[in-house]
């Protein structure tokens, strides 16, 4: 007979101490533990481990554990018990976590014992879902997990979808992953056509093929994307850009669900889901006349919002070390890690041209640059470091170095928005040395 497997733990905590501490003893007790020092890891390995449950710390470097909680149940996964680590006094926030459906808590400083048998208690009551399929394909950040979330609803039911977003937000990778999620493994079509880059004259034997000898050079009959994607997915990008005499066509088709080919008679029926995307405004190109009313409510019965890159910090890194990473395989090199100044200079940067920009930056910096950790001006080819002070109107040494340990302290707490402990965290020093050098530089602790 099998022995019964070790149940599986996941312990986040920066801490090192506290961490080696709670490991050893959960290792003599029998238990497979990992431990994880960020938020932001432990939420990937929660998508994908199968854990019995989770002990984690509430102070974490990147983000806090009760965030970290919030986040997994926003997601679609459906998370293990977790048991918190409350720091001394903030009993008010332990209860506010058991509300919000934490299994248990212990307070700091807690009797290690008390901790394993409400642990083994959590353990016994509780079986770990099977790993997550996928695991946020669309980034960290509530908004797009609730996306995400939306998509997984809409692959089952819905036919028709609107996606609406800046360009580079990432459309067509919605629409593709509603497709992969509707198949379920199975093959079945995905034709995206750009609505804008066809000319006029062209669109409707593009959109619904033609028949042989429907006009000079139709030599064969040919199938339109509608019969192209029968049984999958349509992508009709830049739908604003739609001539106006083809909506009505367009409309009818969607709504009958057939289509003539240009030259044809017969009416063909067509199985798909038709998705639409644009970074028009629709709602004014319907006021202003170019853009078909009745069209506009056809394809706007779901929409799906894409925030700007900048509107969803939580998920530039994210996307820059996904990418890093495959960039990294794909030339073959050493994996790359981006310095503290590179993720500063990354999350300070506006993005206009969304993913699609951030994407570009990684590749071209993987492969102009040879080193293993990137640095900002790999990153970005007119880096100039603000948080530099300008050398001659600074007086002496000591002045310099002041003004830029100033600077550095300031960047550093306005990325972490005020956090205090997480702002020392990146700076690599204690929190009360932290607080030391804001009163000693004169810098206010944001309320
Ligand atoms: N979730 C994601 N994971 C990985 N790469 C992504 C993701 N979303 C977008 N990208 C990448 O970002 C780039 C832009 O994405 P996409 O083409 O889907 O944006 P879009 O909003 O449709 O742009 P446009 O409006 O210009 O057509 C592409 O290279 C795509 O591969």
Known sequence: ???????????????????????????????????HRRAADAHRAIGRQGYHAVISDIRLPDFAG?????RLHESAIEPPPFLFITGHGSIERAVSLLKAGAADYVTK????????LKVRQLCRNHAPAP????????????????VEATLRRLATHAS?????????????????LLHDMACAGRERPFVAVNCGAITESLIEAELFGHERGAFTGAARQRKGVFEQAHGGTLFLDEIGDMPFAMQVKLLRAMQDRRIVRVGGETAVPVDLRIICATNQDLRARVEAGTFREDLYYRINVVHVRIPLLRDRPEDILWFARRFLREFSELHGGEPRTLSPAAEHALLAYPWPGNLRELRHCIERACVLCGAAELQPPDLFEDWRDDRLPDARAVGTLDQYIRECERRYIEGTLAHCSGHIMQAAAHLGISRKNLWEKMKRLGIEAAR
């Not at 920066?14 to 080696?20: A, P, R, T, V």
């Not at 400083?109 to 394993?116: H, N, S």
């Not at 790993?131 to 669309?138: D, F, Q």
């Not at 960290?140 to 609730?146: D, G, I, T, Y």
């Open 1 to 35: 007979m099998n022995p019964k497997p070790s149940p599986k733990l996941c312990l986040v905590e920066d801490d090192e101490i506290m961490g080696e501490s709670l490991v050893d003893r959960f290792r003599l007790e029998g238990f497979d533990i990992e431990w």
């Open 109 to 116: 400083p807690f009797d290690l014992d008390d901790l394993v």
């Open 131 to 146: 790993p997550a399929p996928v695991s946020h394909p669309l980034g960290l950040s509530p908004a797009m997990q609730r």
């Open 160 to 176: 028709t979808l609107l996606i609406t977003g800046e360009s580079g937000v990432g459309k067509e990778h919605v629409a593709q």
């Open 66 to 70: 009760d965030i970290l909680f919030a």
